[in-house]
C-alpha cells in the first residue's frame, strides 16, 4: 500500500515524510483493517515530524484522525464497509486502574494512533 512515512534518520527542515510502498498491514486478532478514506492533520503530527516530540521508531506512518471503512476483521457489530473513526488512542493496556474503571484515556500504559503505532497517512 502507499502511505506517507516519517524516517526519523533523514528527516529535515522541510522534509517530513516520504510517500512510499509499505507492507499492508497484517491483521491482528480482535483488530479491523480499516481503508482510509481521509486523516486530518493535527499539530501533534507537526510535533513529531519536526522533532518537538521524540521519536518513538525509527519508521512511522503518522496521523491520528482517521476515517475509513472496515475491509477485514469484520463482525455482526462492524460489518464491511462499516465507516469507522479511529481515535488518537491507540490501544489501552486494559489491566491499569484507569482502564479498569472505565478511563481508559488516562490510561498508565497506552500506544497512540500515529506516534507509537502507525496512522492514516496511508492506504
Ligand atoms: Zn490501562
Request: aromatic share 6%.
Amino acid at each position: 500500500m502507499k502511505a506517507a512515512v516519517f524516517v526519523a534518520a533523514s528527516a529535515a527542515p522541510g522534509h517530513f515524510v516520504d510517500v512510499m510502498e509499505v507492507a499492508r498491514p497484517e491483521l491482528a486478532a480482535g483488530r479491523l483493517l480499516v481503508k482510509v478514506i481521509a486523516c486530518g492533520v493535527c499539530r501533534t503530527d507537526l510535533h513529531i515530524v519536526e522533532g518537538d516530540l521524540k521519536a518513538l521508531r525509527p519508521r512511522l506512518i503518522p496521523g491520528h484522525q482517521i476515517v475509513g471503512e472496515v475491509v477485514e476483521g469484520a463482525t455482526a457489530e462492524m460489518p464491511v464497509g462499516t465507516r469507522v473513526g479511529v481515535s488518537w488512542m491507540g490501544g489501552t493496556d486494559g489491566t491499569c486502574w484507569y482502564c479498569r474503571h472505565g478511563m481508559e484515556n488516562l490510561c498508565d500504559d497506552p500506544t497512540f494512533t500515529g506516534y507509537s503505532v502507525d496512522g492514516g497517512y496511508a492506504e
